[in-house]
């Protein structure tokens, strides 16, 4: 069955430390693939998606993915973080060329950062 | 422009009350998502529209939970009786075919709590 890991449920990092959150995908060919970022008590803002080309994606609020077909993995990372990163993120993943609806969710990581 | 409009913001109704949550998508999409969210399931489809007419509501988990959407301005989802296992947050989400097809722009939610 098609699904979308995040293994991570919870990290806290030191505010100006790296990020990495990991996502992994399980599905019949590469589907489209997105990280999503929910603030406390908001709705789902859209950070960045892959499609296809090129496998280093850049997203908003300094965000980027790299897509890793042999190993099935779509990981955001971010080189420094802001308090304001406080929040947490799920990973997506929707079928090629598939139906609008077909989009599954990560269970999400949330993430904590320390002053 | 006005993103994905939810009504209301909160909602606590008592077991066997009828909930009508609402949502207004941005101008132009033409599709439309009602999602659900626990922290148990996560994130779940319940239904999809495009050009108003349901496509999938595979996800919708019983009888008691019915989708419509009389224009492409408004779409309501209604509880009817509601149970405790309902209590979630309900997100609506949209996007529009073409270039900025698979890009749903989620609303803020309903978190709704049955008693």
């Known amino acids: 069955a098609q699904s979308v890991t995040q293994p991570d449920i919870h990290i806290t990092v030191s505010e100006g430390a790296s990020l990495e959150l990991r996502c992994n995908y399980s599905y019949g060919a590469t589907p489209y693939l997105f990280w999503y970022v929910q603030s406390p008590g908001q709705g789902l803002q859209l950070l960045l998606k892959y499609f296809s080309g090129d496998t280093l994606v850049q997203g908003i609020k300094g965000f980027e993915a790299e897509f890793k077909r042999s190993q099935s993995s779509f990981n955001l990372r971010k080189p420094s973080v802001h308090w304001s990163d406080a929040a947490e993120y799920f990973c997506a993943a929707q079928n090629y060329g598939g139906s609008q609806g077909n989009l599954i969710f990560g269970k999400g990581t949330k993430l904590s950062v320390k002053p | 422009d006005a993103g994905v409009i939810q009504s209301p913001r909160h909602e606590v109704t008592e077991m066997g009350q009828e909930v009508t949550l609402r949502c207004k998508p941005i101008s132009g999409h033409d599709y439309l998502f009602w999602y659900r969210q626990t922290m148990m399931r996560g994130l779940e489809l319940l239904i999809y529209?495009?050009?108003?007419?349901?496509?999938?509501d595979s996800g919708m988990p019983e009888d008691r939970f019915s989708a419509k959407m009389p224009n492409a301005s408004f779409s309501t989802l209604k509880i009817q009786p509601s149970e405790p296992r309902d209590s979630a947050v309900y997100f609506c989400?949209?996007?529009?075919?073409?270039?900025?097809?698979?890009?749903?722009?989620f609303g803020p939610g309903t978190r709704l709590t049955v008693t």
């Open positions: 529209f495009n050009n108003n007419v349901p496509i999938d």
């Open positions: 989400a949209s996007s529009a075919s073409g270039r900025a097809v698979h890009e749903q722009y």
